[in-house]
């Protein structure tokens, strides 16, 4: 009905970018006429096959990335660990990647030439949401909750259970006055669960009165409100995103541990010299769980707005006990 080879059939409705896009849209217009629908099982079958020649590289996945010049992001350790995950998962199924910065110019057509398949869109201001951006011609994943109206699946690591872990520590270590302090943007990005597990967990436990937390816009509003709302809240234990928050504490003369407990609920593992007590987030295990589910969308030729995204919540945690909470 296309007046074309098998070939090229096959490719169009791999959405292939080697075949005109013109004749990618009529050919699957076609088949969505004939109601084609593939077949999982010889799907399944010829990926198997193409395994065989382990150095032929399938398609390119571009990794999104955020920040207010290319290269901002390098500097910190979650879109570096996330890339350095996807990257390992990628080459494992033969797939390149590379990183594209949000802000470039005509950035979904430079990803098309350059025959982009997929993308892992890393954390980005809520705000920003380009509407321009052409999703139909590439499968998507994001790192966060960020871009809500996109229609893309998301892989996140699990909030709840490492904050719900904090929180059985502090109650068994005998702290009775916890007291979140967290970034106002962290608090989006993660879509309000981590406030929201440790307000519930406190409120459940009757051995526990929860001070009110203090939510701030950035590090330097922090020092300012900080001591005002230590004095009225009279916490005994402060959980924190990471061990930087522990300069402020320190500033006003509050002694760690001895006058207040500390734990964090986001530390880099190999990058806590202060051996502040928490969380640790294995994120590289993050970008590697949102490559391979990507590589899957694209097997899948899922491409464009989802009707139904879906929430992959990955456990890449682990407690580490530090100095800064011990039993009282």
């Known amino acids: 009905m ?62 999104i990335t955020t920040g207010e010049t290319r290269k901002a992001w390098k500097s910190y350790s979650f879109p570096s660990r996330c890339f350095s995950g996807a990257k390992h998962a990628a080459k494992q199924h033969r797939y390149s990647i590379e990183d594209y910065w949000y802000k470039e110019p005509n950035l979904a057509q430079i990803l098309w030439t350059q025959n982009v398949q997929g993308l892992v869109v890393s954390p980005l201001e809520r705000e920003f949401l380009p509407l321009s951006f052409q999703w139909n011609d590439f499968a998507a994943v994001t790192l966060d909750f960020s871009l809500p109206e996109a229609g893309i699946h998301r892989v996140v690591a699990n909030h709840v259970k490492p904050m719900l872990q904090i929180v059985d520590g502090i109650e068994r270590r005998g702290y009775r006055r916890p007291a979140l302090i967290i970034r106002e943007d962290q608090d989006e990005r993660s879509d309000h669960v981590r406030l929201g597990a440790f307000l519930s967990k406190c409120f459940r436990s009757p051995k526990l009165k929860p001070c009110e937390p203090l939510v701030y816009s950035e590090e330097q509003s922090l020092a300012l409100e900080f001591p005002n709302w230590f004095k009225k809240a009279k916490p005994d234990v402060i959980v924190a995103e990471h061990p930087a928050s522990l300069a402020t504490v320190r500033s006003v003369g509050i002694q760690v541990p001895k006058d207040v407990g500390f734990v964090c609920f986001y530390l880099v593992s190999g990058k806590n010299p202060s051996r502040v007590s928490g969380i640790e987030e294995k994120t590289r295990l993050l970008g590697v769980a949102a490559c391979e589910r990507l590589i899957e969308l694209i097997e899948n030729n899922q491409r464009g707005p989802i009707k139904h995204p879906t929430v992959t919540t990955v456990p890449v945690y682990k407690w580490f006990e530090g100095k800064t909470l011990p039993y009282r």
Request: overall charge positive; hydrophobic content about 35%; cysteine-free.
């Open 2 to 63: 296309a007046n074309v080879s098998q070939g090229t059939v096959s490719l169009a409705l791999r959405n292939d970018g080697s075949i005109p896009l013109e004749t990618r849209q009529r050919i699957q217009k076609i088949a969505k006429q004939l109601h084609y629908q593939v077949d999982p099982m010889v799907s399944s079958l010829m990926r198997q096959r193409s395994k065989r020649n382990a150095d032929r590289f399938q398609a390119k996945i571009a990794f």
